[in-house]
């Protein structure tokens, strides 16, 4: 190669230098805790469009915690913006493939053909073992079935890869209710309650949780989680 020909390849290394270090910067900030953070004030305090598109940038960045501190914003459009993006986020973590089978089970539950949406299910789980919705949706179905001590198996599988779903939790406390085990469901029901502290459902359970260990005081050590 003569002078010229090295000359113009040493240019282009050094654009394709150039080029991938300000990629790499600009790919730690964009993703780094302090961009997270500042999309996060936009979702609290800005205008409602600023708003829709800062939850859509907090998804793309995966940027739960930020998400999952705006479940206790005064606004309940805020916090309505932030579930709906949290829920979008769980439903999309292992790709749109698994998000796929998520809809076909969803579908066969729909249509009663719970069978169906055990199937599906298992491929999910099996497939996409990191997947906490997948083990979630599979709990839920569990639950449609009767088969309480599964559910709670898999809703335990669900928030030991993602503490933060609130889903979960709830689902464990319905289980354990449904089990007689009073103290354990409050206590898994609270925990839903402190990711998601606004959630009517969960407030009104918390109720008749309560109710119930008033009628029912538990004469020895509750079973199941333990908060």
Known sequence: MNRSGQSILVRILASVAVFAAVYGATHCVTHSVWNKERIYRTLINGAKPDQE??????????????????????????????????????????????????????????????????????????????????????????????????????????????????????????CHFKRGEFTSARQAVRASLRIHPHNDTALEFLKKCEDMLQRHPPASKPSGVII
Do not use: C
């Open 53 to 174: 598109i800062a939850a859509i940038d907090l998804v793309y960045y995966r940027a739960q915690p930020q998400l999952v501190r705006a479940l206790n914003a005064n606004s309940p459009d805020t916090r309505e913006l932030a579930l709906n993006s949290l829920l979008d986020m769980w439903q999309h973590a292992a790709g749109e493939k698994a998000f796929g089978y998520l809809q076909i089970a969803q579908k066969a539950v729909a249509k009663k053909d719970l069978e169906l949406a055990l199937e599906v299910l298992n491929r999910v789980v099996k497939k996409y073992p990191d997947f906490a919705e997948g083990w979630n949706r599979r709990g839920t179905l569990y639950w449609l079935l009767g088969q309480f001590d599964l559910s709670i198996a898999d809703g335990e599988r669900t928030l030991a890869l993602n503490p933060d779903h609130f889903g979960a939790w709830l689902g464990v406390a319905l």
